[in-house]
C-alpha cells in the first residue's frame, strides 16, 4: 500500500493570508495530481506535476513536486472564500491502473 | 467532449436492502472506470476498477460487488446493505493508463 499523508488535516485561515498544504510518502511516484473538491461534488483536477522538483503556477496556486518525486505542496497566496474545499493529492505510478489518494485537507477561508 | 454521469444523487436505505448505484461516460470509448468510497471530508477509498467490459479488479474485500456490463457503464451494488456501507460514492473515469481521473459528481449514500 503507498499512503500519502497531507498536513494539515484541517486550515482555517482568514482572506488574504497566505498558506501551504503537504503531501507526504515514503513512496516514490511517477507523478502526482492535486484535486480540489466542494461539498457534494466530484474532486476535479487542478494540476499534475511529473519531474522531481517541477514546480508549477495556476494564478495564485503554486504546486511544487519534491526532488526525490515522494512529496509535494501547494502553496495559495492572498487565499480568497473561493478557494475553500477539500484538497486532495494523488500519486500514479506508470503501468498502473489507479491513483492513491492522500488523506486530504479540508480548507476554509473566511472574508 | 467527455462527461460522466451517476444516478442516484441521494439515496437513503434501510439495513439489509439491496443496492444499485449507476454511472455512465459520454464521448469516450473503452475508458478505465472506478468506484470510490469517500468517508465525511476525508480522501477516496478506491473499491473497485475496470479496464474493460466484465473485467473487475476489487481493492477492497466487503459485501459490495461491481459490475461493468457495457463499455461506458459501470455499476456498484449490494445484496444487503450495512450501517458502515453509508457514505459518498464517487465514480471515476480514465484513458487507459492515464495519470488524470475524472469524476463524476458522487451518490450520497445513507444506511439506517
Known amino acids: 500500500t503507498q499512503l500519502l499523508e497531507q498536513s494539515p488535516q484541517f486550515l482555517s485561515i482568514q482572506e488574504g493570508e497566505n498558506l501551504t498544504v503537504y503531501c507526504n510518502s515514503s513512496?516514490?511516484?511517477?507523478?502526482l495530481q492535486w484535486y480540489r473538491q466542494e461539498p457534494g461534488e466530484g474532486p476535479v483536477l487542478l494540476v499534475t506535476?511529473?519531474?522531481?522538483?517541477e514546480v508549477k503556477k495556476l494564478k495564485r496556486l503554486t504546486f511544487q513536486f519534491g526532488d526525490a518525486r515522494k512529496d509535494s505542496s501547494l502553496h495559495i497566496t492572498a487565499a480568497q472564500p473561493g478557494d475553500t474545499g477539500l484538497y486532495l493529492c494523488?500519486?500514479?505510478?506508470?503501468?498502473?491502473?489507479?491513483?492513491?489518494f492522500g488523506t486530504g485537507t479540508r480548507l476554509t477561508v473566511i472574508p | 467532449s467527455q462527461t460522466i454521469h451517476q444516478w442516484p444523487a441521494t439515496l437513503v436505505q434501510p439495513v439489509g436492502s439491496p443496492l444499485s448505484l449507476e454511472c455512465t461516460v459520454e464521448?469516450?470509448?473503452?475508458?478505465?472506470l472506478y468506484w470510490y468510497r469517500q468517508a465525511a471530508g476525508r480522501g477516496l477509498q478506491l473499491l473497485f476498477y475496470?479496464?474493460?467490459?466484465?473485467?473487475i479488479s476489487s481493492e477492497v474485500p466487503q459485501n459490495l460487488s461491481a459490475s461493468r456490463p457495457q463499455d461506458r457503464q459501470f455499476i456498484l451494488s449490494s445484496k444487503k446493505l450495512l450501517l458502515s456501507d453509508s457514505g459518498f460514492y464517487l465514480c471515476?473515469?480514465?484513458?487507459?493508463?492515464?495519470?488524470?481521473?475524472?469524476f463524476g459528481p458522487g451518490t450520497r449514500l445513507t444506511v439506517l
Open positions: 475496470s479496464v474493460g467490459i466484465g473485467q
Open positions: 494523488a500519486g500514479y505510478n506508470t503501468g498502473a491502473n489507479n491513483l492513491f
Open positions: 471515476a473515469w480514465s484513458v487507459w493508463l492515464a495519470r488524470e481521473q475524472f
Open positions: 513512496s516514490v511516484f511517477s507523478s
Open positions: 506535476v511529473v519531474t522531481g522538483g
Open positions: 464521448g469516450t470509448s473503452n475508458p478505465n
